[in-house]
């Protein structure tokens, strides 16, 4: 499989802007320094708790944010150096799909209009082949033309969602980063939603960035999956392997935390000890040594690298080698 | 072709209407918006059609001076042995053009600023944040008069002054919704799908806030209104021969017409009153229904 998206020590930081009269704050290292590797047509699930960085890192891959420091390869392409038009024309290569599908449509636009805007953008078609195009995207993600000259505010949440996946595909993306598709929804709607994303990947080799907190809802549509914690990188295995043997000691705490059916395989849980730390002033060293059950002088003082372990699998411990 | 189930398509079985819509249906139901309505259409009525009915506003009948109320003159005649019912009609077209005209300029002006200082925000957004501080701190009243009395007072001045210093409420409103819309995912997904600046000001945040936009022009409109009104009774507005309510009711500055002669002075008194209930009627009306979370029950 050829490699799509490279990230390379991506970083974000926000700084708390200083105005005339303010000093300006600690900046939040909401990202710090992440590398990875995604192929064409599979999906890298992104898992953590809140505030660790997940949006921030798929938004930063997309430009909605600007980086830091570090680069997005997409395609064999910089997308960090680019700009203006050159920039425009990539973005028909990467979407998104949002977590809240009440916010992410415009409650003044028509669902046609939402859907129509990026073929509009893009100069693609002419406007009877544009109709058309709208007519086919709602068809793919279930729905029925009727719902193309109604408000948002006429459909139920699953369903503003299978319009903001349509808008989402309308410009053949390479890549779309799903930023917690389905936490907003119900639980029945979210497996329609979950198997129409899969169904699509399927059928058009679309690679996801799928951020998620929910560990089921990340094993059930990853290939990869990895563990975020303070805007790094802990651990990165292929899901079956993760799911099977959590490296991590963090890993293993989130692992655990899942509700176990089966009580003969009901493992004994490990509990974290107080909050993440603030991003503004993480701990020095490993950003988890604070809560780590099995953290060690050495784990104070120095950072440990994302370094591979096994075959796909690296981590970030230093007790793991 | 009968109906035929589809699972993934059974969906808005609620009749299609737009938010537009709704708020129409809103507003009708409000009765004292539609009673304002009402009489602001009446109003309206009066101002464009009397004129073609009544004698002019200007003639003068040296033999019917001070005259009450009568078949002949329907509210009596001024000092002058004017028609009043016809000098009002006359001067309430005023006052509708003032409010009107006013609120448009600065409506503009405000949407303008504070869009841009909303959507841009930075060192843009502090100094038009500032001028906007700066311009409301100026006391309205005073700078319009020593305004109409450097430029001359007349009916255009009237509206340019009351435009050109009424925006920086106009411009705070709009600057608060455009700084909680930006941020909305909606946006974010335009910026994705690669829209620009310009189309996402004008195609996205813009019909986003026409709501509060009309509430606020609504209440402007009452406010240039009075005003006016206020000005021309100073002599700072609207000058004699040309009739206004405000220098209509200056008349009774005279303790003659005070006591004795209430039909010159009182209805345009009244009418002003009318007026601008109304169209502020209108404005809570249009307020609830644009956003009904802010409904008030009477």
New interface residues.
């Given amino acids: 499989m050829t490699v799509l998206l490279e990230v390379r020590e991506l970083s974000k930081h926000f700084t708390a802007r200083g105005g005339l009269f303010r000093r300006a704050g600690a900046p939040v290292k909401a990202v710090d320094g992440v590398s990875f590797t995604l192929a064409r047509g599979e999906t890298l699930g992104l898992v953590g708790e809140s505030g660790c960085g997940k949006s921030t890192l798929g938004r930063a891959i997309l430009r909605l944010h600007e980086p830091t420091a570090g680069e997005v390869w997409l395609d064999g392409e910089n997308v960090t150096a680019l700009s203006g038009d050159a920039l425009l024309e990539h973005r028909r290569c990467m979407q998104i799909i949002f977590q809240d599908p009440y916010a992410s449509l415009n409650p003044r636009r028509t669902v046609a209009q939402a859907i129509r805007e990026p073929l509009e953008v893009h100069r693609i078609g002419t406007p009877v082949e544009r109709e058309r195009r709208v007519d086919e995207l709602l068809d793919v993600v279930g729905m029925r033309s009727s719902a193309r000259n109604r408000y948002p505010h006429e459909f139920s949440g699953g369903q503003r969602q299978r319009i903001g996946i349509a808008r989402a595909l309308a410009l053949d993306p390479a890549l779309i980063v799903a930023d917690e598709p389905v936490s907003a929804l119900d639980v029945s709607v979210q497996s329609q939603v979950l198997n129409l994303i899969a169904n699509l990947q399927r059928e058009r080799g679309i690679a996801f960035l799928f951020i998620s907190h929910d560990l089921a809802v990340i094993q059930h549509v990853s290939d990869v999956v990895a563990v975020m914690y303070l805007g790094r990188f802990v651990e990165m295995a292929p899901a079956a392997e993760l799911y099977r043997r959590p490296r991590h000691p963090y890993t293993q705490a989130l692992l655990s935390a899942v509700p176990q059916p089966d009580p003969a395989r009901r493992a004994g849980r490990i509990v974290l000890q107080g909050d993440i730390p603030s991003p503004t002033d993480p701990p020095p060293g490993c950003p988890f040594h604070p809560r780590c059950p099995l953290a060690v002088d050495r784990c104070r003082g120095e950072v440990p690298a994302l370094r591979a372990v096994a075959e796909g699998v690296s981590v970030a411990c230093h007790l793991i080698e | 072709m009968t109906a035929r189930a589809?699972p993934?398509?059974q969906?808005?079985i609620?009749p299609?209407?737009?938010?537009l819509g709704q708020a129409a249906r809103r507003f009708v139901r409000h009765r004292l918006a539609m009673l304002g309505l009402a009489a602001i259409l009446v109003i309206a009525v009066y101002a464009v059609v009397a004129p073609f009915l009544l004698q002019s506003p200007y003639k003068t009948d040296l033999r019917a001076i001070d005259k009450p109320p009568s078949a002949e003159h329907i509210l009596g005649t001024d000092r002058s042995g004017r028609d009043v019912m016809a000098r009002m009609s006359t001067g309430i077209r005023t006052s509708l053009i003032v409010g009107f005209g006013a609120v448009a300029i600065y409506l503009v002006i405000g949407t303008l600023i504070g869009l841009v200082g909303g959507f841009f925000g930075g060192a843009l957004d502090?100094v038009l944040g500032r001028l906007t501080d700066t311009v409301l701190a100026i006391p309205t009243l005073l700078l319009i008069i020593v305004f109409v009395s450097v430029i001359g007072p007349s009916l255009i001045s009237v509206i340019a002054v009351i435009g050109l210093l009424g925006w920086p409420q106009a411009a705070r409103i709009v600057r608060g919704q455009i700084l909680a819309l930006r941020e909305?995912?909606?946006i974010?997904?335009?910026?994705?799908?690669?829209?620009g600046n310009r189309?996402i000001l004008g195609?996205?945040l813009l019909?986003?806030i026409i709501g509060p936009l009309t509430v606020v022009a609504t209440f402007g409109v009452a406010n240039a209104i009075l005003l006016e009104a206020g000005l021309s009774f100073l002599g700072l507005g609207v000058q004699a021969p040309e009739p206004s309510l405000g220098n209509m009711i200056l008349e009774a500055r005279d303790g003659v017409v005070l006591k004795s002669l209430p039909w010159i002075w009182l209805p345009p008194g009244i009418l002003i009153s009318v007026t601008v209930l109304a169209v502020n009627f209108v404005g809570d009306g249009l307020r609830d229904a644009l956003d009904p979370r802010s409904t008030r029950r009477l």
């Avoid at chain 2, 299609?16 to 938010?19: A, K, Q």
């Avoid at chain 2, 974010?188 to 829209?195: E, I, M, P, T, Y």
């Fill in positions: 589809e993934a398509a969906i808005a609620a299609h209407e737009s938010l502090q909305a995912e909606f974010s997904a335009a910026r994705v799908v690669g829209l189309r195609a996205h019909p986003n």
